[in-house]
């Protein structure tokens, strides 16, 4: 068991995302950082599919009934048990010692995994919480979650990954099926101008004021979305789709966010600025392969 001692803001259950589900209305969920919570289950040797914790806000404290491997993964993020332990590294929790998530000033999503995963019971085939739904609940002090078994590796303890940039601005994306609907300045506008995060962001997507994008011919009448899509309403203000986003959408979508900068988008506070990039399918392809091959390195 792993013994909640304290949540910050807020704690969900998380695991990497609850799929085949769009036409009932029910959308992924999982991660806002994808490639973070993988980091952190590689790092304590939990397969794909393991549930971890998703953290917003700190401190986090928790304790676990017996020795297990935890890491903390995010942006500014550390583990604190009798020592401070740098995020990204993996390390052992002793039976009955509290150890505590920290986040820092620049934190906005952490990944707490724990070898053997958390075992809550699956809903629609994924323990990702969705609180839209009341799938899954947010964690509280006193909660007690079941882990899965694990074997603990020794050698595990102290292995550590590099974070990505967080502090980076600049954000990859390919262009989006909608496109054609927007003149070549307003592309042009998308892809060179300065964007800021707004307050009202959060796991459903990331809100930017900046240059104004119109569309020539308005909203469509209805399409899927995935995570990464940039819808742009009327007023002209691109949303970035994260974890936690509507089954379809009536605006159109100017640019997908390649999956291995998703993460740089839903780490950005507000009030912090990014830039987005073109690149090509195949750039955004090798750009994810060389970020799961890193974590394979490790897993």
Known sequence: MIRIEAVGLRATVQDHGRFGHLRDGIPPAGPADPLAFAAAQALVGNDRAAAAIEIIGGPFAFRCDDRRLVAVTGRDVALRARDRISGWTATFARAGDTLTVTLGERSRFAYLAVSGGIAATPVLGSRATYLPAAIGSSLRAGDALALGPARIDPERAGQALRPPDYETGKIRAITGPHAERFIDEAQALFFSGNFQVEPASDRMGVRLSGPRIVAREGEILTCGVVAGAVQVPAGGAPIVLLADHQATGGYPVIATVIAADLGLVAQ??????????????????????DARGALAEIA
């Open 268 to 289: 950005r506070l507000p009030g912090e600025r990014l830039r987005f990039a073109r690149v090509d399918r195949d750039r955004a392809v090798d750009a994810l392969r």
